[in-house]
């Protein structure tokens, strides 16, 4: 393993995404030389290109925030999950063994089953409710198989700024559209996340990375919530008072399976003294101030 400490250099795949940015500002501001790759720069299911990339620059640690997150796709389209989720870690994970990197993966609390109806520690045991879900596990299962040095952070919901501008947006984004439409907003109350705010989330990972930390971590933000009352926070917190009804899964049917309660405890991460997530609604503040430099 190289040193970490003398040979600063990280390189980020899913370096445009929510959480990708957040792991290049962070990198570099900690005095990390970084390279930052994207889908149409580097499609990380292309093995040769992958490999290429990552002997070419030699670095120490390798961020891995690109991900197929378009769950209910997934259930028509399972091979672009698996190829992106699976195959594209896979592909990682290879080239860091040979050029001697920590890789850093993140994962999903959708490797839960929600049936535990309790935030979910580092000692749950995975059980995927679907092809996302599937496709994200295999992507830490690839990981771990080739690698005895990995750090895999498993996170929930995650919003953050540059979500105003990705494809894939967020759960702020997604209200605030609907309440600008002007239509009755149906949410459902019955499923329970713990949604997490990005620039904090690659804060404290690369935290773990850089303290040499390895294994499954767990960061999911400080507050276990419905998605409904996430809603009702998001509003109270902007201001705005749309109309807004309950509902439930059985109501709002969606064509994958979701953990009903996936919510995630932090034990190890805060079994090292790292601060925890703060509560939800200072994250959803933050959020809504620095959202507005995304929008210029
Ligand atoms: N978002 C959530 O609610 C959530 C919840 C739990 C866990 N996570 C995990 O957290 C991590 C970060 O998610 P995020 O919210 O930052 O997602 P995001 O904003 O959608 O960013 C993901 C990025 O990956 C890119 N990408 C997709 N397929 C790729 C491929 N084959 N090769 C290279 N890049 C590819 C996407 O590009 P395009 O947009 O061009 O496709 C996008 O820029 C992911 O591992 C995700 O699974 C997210």
């Given at each position: 393993?190289?040193?970490?400490?003398?040979?600063?250099?990280?390189?980020?795949?899913?370096?445009?995404?929510?959480?990708?940015?957040?792991?290049?500002?962070?990198?570099?501001?900690?005095?990390?030389?970084?390279?930052?790759?994207?889908?149409?720069?580097?499609?990380?299911?292309?093995?040769?290109?992958?490999?290429?990339?990552?002997?070419?620059?030699?670095?120490?640690?390798?961020?891995?925030?690109?991900?197929?997150?378009?769950?209910?796709?997934?259930?028509?389209?399972?091979?672009?999950?698996?190829?992106?989720?699976?195959?594209?870690?896979?592909?990682?994970?290879?080239?860091?063994?040979?050029?001697?990197?920590?890789?850093?993966?993140?994962?999903?609390?959708?490797v839960f089953d929600g049936?535990?109806?309790?935030?979910?520690?580092?000692?749950?045991?995975?059980?995927?409710?679907?092809?996302?879900?599937?496709?994200?596990?295999?992507?830490?299962?690839?990981?771990?198989?080739?690698?005895?040095?990995?750090?895999?952070?498993?996170?929930?919901?995650?919003?953050?700024?540059?979500?105003?501008?990705?494809?894939?947006?967020?759960?702020?984004?997604?209200?605030?559209?609907?309440?600008?439409?002007?239509?009755?907003?149906?949410?459902?109350?019955?499923?329970?996340?713990?949604?997490?705010?990005?620039?904090?989330?690659?804060?404290?990972?690369?935290?773990?990375?850089?303290?040499?930390?390895?294994?499954?971590?767990?960061?999911?933000?400080?507050?276990?919530?419905?998605?409904?009352?996430?809603?009702?926070?998001?509003?109270?917190?902007?201001?705005?008072?749309?109309?807004?009804?309950?509902?439930?899964?059985?109501?709002?049917?969606?064509?994958?399976?979701r953990p009903r309660y996936?919510?995630?405890?932090?034990?190890?991460?805060?079994?090292?003294?790292?601060?925890?997530?703060?509560?939800?609604?200072?994250?959803v503040e933050h959020y809504?101030?620095?959202?507005?430099?995304?929008?210029?």
């Amino acid at each position: 393993m190289k040193a970490l400490a003398t040979d600063k250099r990280a390189m980020v795949f899913g370096a445009f995404g929510q959480l990708g940015v957040e792991i290049a500002r962070v990198l570099q501001e900690r005095g990390f030389e970084t390279r930052l790759h994207d889908k149409a720069d580097v499609d990380i299911s292309d093995t040769r290109k992958v490999d290429q990339t990552i002997s070419e620059f030699d670095p120490s640690m390798v961020f891995n925030c690109a991900a197929y997150n378009q769950v209910d796709v997934s259930e028509s389209e399972p091979l672009q999950a698996i190829i992106a989720n699976g195959l594209g870690v896979r592909n990682l994970a290879i080239s860091c063994r040979q050029n001697d990197a920590l890789l850093v993966h993140f994962s999903t609390d959708y490797v839960f089953d929600g049936t535990a109806n309790r935030p979910y520690t580092e000692e749950d045991t995975p059980h995927p409710l679907g092809a996302y879900a599937v496709s994200k596990y295999a992507g830490e299962l690839y990981a771990k198989a080739y690698l005895d040095r990995v750090l895999i952070v498993r996170t929930s919901g995650v919003f953050g700024p540059a979500g105003v501008k990705t494809n894939r947006g967020n759960f702020i984004e997604l209200m605030l559209r609907l309440e600008h439409g002007k239509q009755n907003i149906r949410v459902i109350e019955d499923h329970v996340a713990s949604p997490t705010y990005s620039p904090l989330l690659a804060e404290k990972s690369i935290e773990l990375a850089v303290r040499g930390e390895i294994g499954v971590f767990h960061i999911g933000g400080g507050t276990p919530i419905s998605w409904y009352d996430y809603a009702r926070l998001i509003f109270e917190v902007a201001g705005l008072q749309p109309s807004i009804t309950a509902t439930t899964s059985r109501e709002y049917r969606t064509a994958a399976r979701r953990p009903r309660y996936s919510a995630l405890a932090n034990v190890r991460m805060e079994a090292l003294g790292i601060e925890p997530m703060p509560p939800l609604r200072i994250a959803v503040e933050h959020y809504l101030e620095h959202r507005k430099n995304y929008l210029l």
